[in-house]
Structure formats: structure tokens, C-alpha cells
């Protein structure tokens, strides 16, 4: 089984054992009342067939915490015959984001 994160690393330009071979990038922007919504969707497809989708959403409205508020999620779209768990992981925030990968990364060194 493989785990998410080893993709993740990959696309945060970490050491690990899967390559990116080719990147897609596109971004969008809407108007929800007041506040402006940019969107930035990007599949990586990986040189063993695993294609992974993140989603970055953030808004223009003030954050009142020291990280500010985005979605971000990562998926699974292609598993390319691997097994890999999970299959999709959200985020409120980088700082989130940025914790999980670090206890991710101590984990899989013990």
C-alpha cells in the first residue's frame, strides 16, 4: 500500500520514491456577495500512472487567525493499479496542511 503522502511530497518538492512527469495547472475566480473566490485546481500525473488532483480555494475576506483560511484537498483520480490510502485529504488551512505533513513524515521514519 502507498500512502497519499508520498505524493504529496513529491508535488511539495520533497524526497520521495515517485516522480512528477507532467503537471496541469488551471485557475478560476468567482464572486460570492462580496467576497472574491480564487480557485487553483492542478493534476499531477506521476511516472507509475497514480494521477492526484489538489484544489486550493481561498477568498478575499479578512483572516483573524495568524494562518489564513483557504480549502485545500488532495485526491486520488488515477490510482494506476496502486493501492493508496487515503484516497483524498482536506485541509482548512496551510497550517494544517504544513502539521500533517511533518507527523506524516515522522511517522513513516520509525
Avoid at 38 to 43: A, C, P
Avoid at 64 to 84: A, D
Amino acid at each position: 500500500m502507498n500512502s497519499l503522502f508520498t505524493y504529496i511530497k513529491a508535488i511539495k518538492d520533497q524526497k520521495a520514491k515517485v516522480s512528477i512527469v507532467i503537471k496541469h495547472a488551471k485557475t478560476s475566480r468567482y464572486t460570492d456577495g462580496d467576497i472574491e473566490v480564487s480557485e487553483k485546481e492542478t493534476r499531477y500525473h506521476y511516472d507509475n500512472g497514480v494521477v492526484i488532483q489538489c484544489k486550493i480555494e481561498r477568498d478575499n475576506s479578512p483572516s483573524e487567525g495568524v494562518c489564513e483560511e483557504c480549502w485545500i484537498s488532495y485526491e486520488v483520480i488515477n490510482s494506476g493499479q496502486q493501492s493508496i490510502r487515503p484516497s483524498r485529504k482536506t485541509f482548512i488551512n496551510t497550517c494544517q496542511e504544513t502539521f500533517w505533513l511533518k507527523m506524516q513524515s515522522c511517522a513513516q521514519k520509525q
